[in-house]
């Protein structure tokens, strides 16, 4: 009687054990995430136009801009495929079309909708398969479903009440694979005539809670498509004061439906209100950031953050799925690239939201035309350097200063954010004023040599120390990255690891030149140098910059190797490479271990190289060369790159031959130049936009190369 109590007991706490286990392993059981697109506003209409339910979720919830981009053209239906692959998809031009399939009656549930399949599905996978990334159309509904969690969409977007083909760009969010999303109602039922609005049409908000409550106990993620500011917004011909009444009373009517939606939300659940794409008008002013908040009880008042951007208040459109799936505990798929969304609290989240739009915008608009004057007033100075040189040299003390504030504007750009000029009169008056004062004190510098070693070691460490403060200057600079484009969020850009590596290289150069160190201890200050910039590069807290990372490694290791040895031979350099083979295995076995949350892109494509082998080393060479092969044929950064070399060949060559006498005098920046150049082809061969890493970097070697030249004659 003992042993059968005690086995009974044995296997009770074996059944508790592994209960718990399951649940452990199984996806969350309760809650639904809701998920309401009004799309084409931004948070001026929020804040003018909401009711007390809609202030209400503002005031309590985590807000946000969302990154809009897609795999392709910017169009919002891309937007919308991109929402629901978690990554950068493209869509079909009838990629947003669906089909209604009733429920049969051995459903057993007549009164819920039926599902929704979308009708161009086999396009649709094709326009992505050509993207040189992995792209899976429909993953999040995927996800979902496998694990046993219906997904549905209500809500019209349509202009008709009887529409030929019903368009509903939302399932592009809650579909699988398949194209089909279980439950739906997006068709002319839920639209009324109303002569108040310039479409004519607005949504029936009675027809569509009906619809919500139908779902609303069989779906565990549920997307509402208001549609009335998107119908607006595709109105032709209507008046600033027209658009303003419509609007006002879309949010009026809009409001009371979101307050019934706030009070079906059970404790468990998750609210997102979010703007995929931004309205025509937002996007001629540049403002392609859009609104995205969160809101439930899990959820900290204050400002949205994500791993994919490691900036507050700023996440891109592929976040959305992966907070879906982390919210119902999944393990995402790989081919989800972006990270669950973080709640950071902030007292007064619209004002950090505010300059984070403005610094944006200002950039966008005006990036392209800086750094085309930036780019032709350095080809212009080495343009009249050429005819100085080869006319009369002696002038060629008068270009000294020009050819210094130039090699140091990339330091202005950096420095700028700090006067918050974030209109283009500020802004071009403040970087006039900068660079004349370095030009102006270069003038009174007899010390030229010395004069260099300041600025780019100066420079060098500003950019260092912006890295290990979190890039706060970097992040707003117009030579830094831009949150509108997405190419890059945080770490050092190209721009800039091309500009740190040349100044590090000519700056050390110049400081072991000024001070005449003897070799050892001219081995050591180099090492200390470059091995900090390296390190800055290539760790993923910090630059997680692998390109730069590589460049570094290859023009830094010459730099020493000369230094130590005052030759570089093919031997050399066949143990960098084998040294940069040992490193790089290193940084992506240590990052890739880290948490998925924790990682940088280093640690992602390590996971996605474990997963899918050498095919997803293939995709990202491919996507690569093709980036830079646009880049060589189209950037204006190719100019000022063709410029200085032209210049250098003929430094080196034909017909000046002026790296002579600084071969023969300065030694170690005759090293700085070899070692410089071979960072440039690094950094144009290892990085996808490398044509704008190679520019940079040549920038301080070739105007260092002339300034020291200008001195010999």
């Given at each position: ?239 600033k004061e027209e658009a303003k009444q419509a609007k006002a009373l879309i949010f009026k009517n809009m409001d009371v439906f979101l307050g ?22 937002d996007i001629a002013a540049g403002k392609k950031l859009t609104p995205v908040v969160a809101y439930g009880p899990s959820v900290s008042g ?409 001195i010999r004659l």
């Amino acid at each position: 009687m003992i042993k059968l109590k005690h086995i009974l007991s044995g296997l009770l706490l074996l059944s508790l054990l592994a209960g718990s286990i399951v649940a452990q392993a199984s996806p969350r059981s309760q809650g639904q995430v809701i998920l309401l697109i009004v799309d084409n506003v931004n948070y001026d209409d929020f804040q003018r136009y909401g009711g007390a339910n809609l202030r209400k979720v503002l005031e309590q919830g985590a807000l946000g801009f969302m990154n809009t981009n897609s795999g392709g053209d910017y169009e919002d239906c891309g937007s919308y495929a991109t929402l629901g692959a978690g990554n950068y998809a493209v869509c079909s031009p009838g990629g947003m079309y669906v089909k209604e399939q009733p429920k049969s009656a051995s459903d057993g549930a007549a009164t819920v909708p039926g599902s929704l399949v979308n009708r161009d599905l086999d396009n649709l996978v094709a326009v992505n398969e050509p993207l040189n990334r992995s792209v899976k159309v429909g993953l999040l509904g995927e996800l979902l479903n496998h694990h046993g969690l219906k997904t549905a969409v209500i809500g019209s977007e349509s202009s008709s009440l009887a529409a030929a083909a019903l368009v509903a760009r939302a399932a592009l969010i809650t579909m699988n694979r398949q194209g089909r999303t279980d439950y739906g109602r997006v068709d002319g039922r839920l639209l009324q005539p109303d002569p108040k609005q310039p479409s004519g049409l607005s949504t029936d908000y009675e027809a569509l809670w009906a619809a919500y409550q139908e779902v609303e106990a069989q779906a565990n993620f549920i997307v509402i498509q208001t549609g009335d500011t998107h119908r607006l917004d595709k109105s032709e011909q209507v008046s600033k004061e027209e658009a303003k009444q419509a609007k006002a009373l879309i949010f009026k009517n809009m409001d009371v439906f979101l307050g019934r939606v706030l009070e079906s939300l059970d404790q468990d659940s998750l609210l997102m209100v979010a703007v995929p794409f931004p309205s025509r008008e937002d996007i001629a002013a540049g403002k392609k950031l859009t609104p995205v908040v969160a809101y439930g009880p899990s959820v900290s008042g204050g400002v949205l953050s994500s791993a994919t951007t490691k900036r507050d208040g700023l996440i891109t459109n592929t976040d959305l799925a992966a907070e879906v799936a982390h919210f119902f505990n999944l393990k995402p798929d790989l081919a989800l690239i972006g990270h669950r969304l973080v709640y950071k609290r902030y007292q007064e989240p619209l004002p950090q939201l505010e300059q984070i739009e403005r610094q944006a915008v200002f950039n966008y608009r005006h990036r392209a035309q800086i750094i085309s004057a930036f780019v032709c007033l350095v080809v212009v100075l080495l343009v009249l350097y050429g005819v100085a040189a080869s006319s009369c040299p002696h002038n060629l003390v008068y270009l000294k200063p020009l050819l210094l504030a130039g090699m140091i504007l990339p330091t202005v750009l950096l420095v700028l954010p700090l006067f918050k000029p974030w209109n283009i009169t500020a802004f071009a008056g403040i970087a006039l004023l900068l660079t004349v004062g370095v030009g102006w004190a270069a003038i009174f510098t007899q010390d030229t040599i010395k004069t260099v070693c300041i600025s780019l070691l100066l420079s060098a460490a500003l950019i260092v120390g912006d890295t290990v403060a979190g890039n706060p200057l970097m992040k707003a600079s117009m030579l830094g990255y831009d949150p509108i484009v997405g190419a890059r969020f945080y770490g050092i850009g190209n721009e800039y690891m091309g500009f740190l590596l040349g100044a590090t290289l000519m700056g050390t150069a110049a400081l072991l030149e000024k001070y005449r160190l003897d070799r050892q201890p001219a081995r050591l200050v180099s090492m200390v140098i470059l091995i900090t910039v390296f390190l800055t590069l290539a760790l993923p807290s910090l630059g997680t910059n692998v390109g730069g990372a590589m460049a570094a490694f290859f023009g830094f290791g010459t730099f020493l190797v000369l230094v130590f040895k005052g030759r570089i031979t093919k031997k050399d350099l066949a143990w960098l490479g084998l040294g940069l083979v040992v490193f790089l295995f290193l940084l992506f076995m240590a990052d890739g271990r880290r948490s998925p949350e924790k990682q940088s892109h280093i640690g992602q494509f390590s996971s996605l190289m474990r997963q899918q082998g050498i095919s997803a080393w293939l995709q990202v060479a491919k996507r690569k060369l093709m980036m830079n092969y646009r880049l060589i044929k189209y950037s204006i950064w190719t100019r000022m790159l063709v410029a200085m070399a032209v210049v250098l060949t003929a430094v080196f060559r034909w017909p000046v031959r002026l790296i002579e006498p600084i071969q023969d005098r300065y030694a170690y920046l005759y090293y700085a130049v070899v070692a410089g150049m071979v960072s440039t082809v690094a950094a144009l061969i290892f990085n996808d936009s490398g044509v704008v890493a190679a520019a940079t970097c040549i920038l301080p070697v070739g105007i260092t190369v002339l300034i020291a030249a200008d001195i010999r004659l």
